[in-house]
């Protein structure tokens, strides 16, 4: 068997996506900034992925700001929006990306001279979710922007955005929503969700690498990262990727007419997996919490995560450990330690992701292997206990 089971680290591009995107990678091979007619072919392209990204989030067009991935969206918007204020505090949840917590530390160090800028975290409960009441507390002093995740790429827990930006507006700060993991699992709308910026990026669903935007409100005002040519209305100077926006626009327009079979199909491939998942008594981070339907994320006591990924691995399986969103594997997820998961239980964490290739076969076939390596796994540590 050979099931990948990864699709919150990335996802295979989509046929239609390929297709769409060869032309522009061979004979439409136009800067979409010349006048000529390879450049307005490359022109139209781009506006119309435009379109079909903006439509996927309920936004405009004209919102949308293409960059090379979400990590840079994430930077443009701590960064942008925050360079344009006087120093204040920035708040992150405690389960952010480092693409989202790391700006908003070197912000902090950036200004240490002043030491007015200020880096926090906002803690979540047991189940992954904002503690309302400490964002509450931390807004009492002045804030510039509050960045909160729309899904956990872990855990897949949902955070209540718009509830987190009613409270945020009224302090007058700036939202930000990652909604990297959402985007194509779960309806997004940009309005709805009442944000400020909202970063989404296209591998992650069925798009290829090098392609991300920001989604932003046109009334904020907000500095490129970089500057140069002026394209992207001067907030993203640098020849655009075309083919790499065109796949992205052909992905959100895929993934948006595909929400209601993703939620149908992965939902009952996680039912049965946490079935399973029961029967060998592992413990589900975040499971009474909302989560998007194709996540799950688990461990066993005792046992390795990173170990059992590897295992796995070699039966076929690709499932991810607790830290693979990070270069610092050796930590257990920073997302389980704020949810107060015991160190020890955290470094067994494993998730499972799946997307719509995946099938009920896999996912026993997975149920069997994984009942299989664990009792390995066990009998090892005790030989050499
Ligand atoms: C929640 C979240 N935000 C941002 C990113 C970074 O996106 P990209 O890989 O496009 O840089 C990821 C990637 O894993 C993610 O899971």
Same mark, same amino acid.
């Given at each position: 068997? !050979? ?58 067009? !004209? ?65 992954? /979710? ?63 969700? !009442? ?64 929400? *209601? ?117 066990? /009998?090892? *540590?005790?030989?050499?206990?």
């Amino acid at each position: 068997m !050979n099931a990948y089971f990864d699709h919150n680290s990335t996802t295979a591009l989509r046929t239609e996506v390929l297709e769409a995107m060869l032309p522009f990678m061979v004979r439409q091979h136009g800067n979409p900034t010349s006048r000529h007619s390879f450049g307005r072919t490359a022109r139209t392209a781009v506006e119309h992925a435009r379109e079909q990204v903006a439509a996927a989030v309920g936004a405009y067009a !004209n919102q949308i700001v293409f960059t090379a991935s979400g990590t840079e969206a994430n930077n443009f918007a701590i960064h942008g929006i925050c360079s344009n204020l006087e120093p204040a505090q920035i708040l992150t949840s405690a389960i952010e990306h480092p693409c989202v917590s790391r700006p908003a530390l070197a912000m902090q160090v950036a200004d240490s001279q002043v030491k007015a800028w200020q880096a926090k975290s906002i803690k979540v409960d047991s189940n992954c /979710n904002i503690n309302m009441t400490h964002l509450q507390n931390l807004l009492q002093a002045p804030t510039n922007l509050v960045s909160v995740m729309l899904a956990n790429n872990e855990t897949g827990v949902m955070q209540d955005i718009a509830k987190i930006a009613e409270l945020t507006r009224k302090h007058k700060a700036y939202v930000h929503t990652d909604a990297v993991q959402a985007l194509g699992k779960i309806p997004v709308d940009f309005f709805a969700l !009442n944000v400020h910026a909202m970063t989404i990026s296209s591998h992650k669903v069925g798009g290829p690498l090098g392609a991300g935007a920001l989604v932003l409100d046109k009334r904020i005002d907000i500095q490129p990262l970089l500057y140069g040519g002026g394209q992207e209305r001067g907030l993203r100077s640098g020849t655009e990727n075309v083919a790499a926006i065109v796949g992205f626009g052909v992905a959100c327009e895929l993934a948006l007419s595909n929400l *209601t079979a993703f939620d149908m199909h992965t939902d009952n491939l996680r039912q049965h997996l946490e079935t399973g998942l029961d029967k060998l008594n592992a413990v589900i981070f975040g499971r009474d919490g909302l989560r998007i339907p194709n996540t799950s994320f688990f461990a066993f006591t005792n046992l390795d995560g990173e170990t059992l990924v590897t295992a796995l691995d070699k039966v076929g399986f690709a499932v991810a450990s607790g830290s693979a969103c990070s270069s610092d594997s050796d930590k257990p997820s920073h997302v389980l330690l704020a949810m107060g998961v015991d160190e020890d239980l955290a470094r067994g964490a494993v998730r499972v992701s799946f997307g719509m290739n995946n099938t009920l076969d896999q996912v026993q076939h997975f149920l069997k292997a994984l009942e299989h390596e664990v009792t390995r796994l066990r /009998n090892l *540590t005790a030989i050499a206990a």
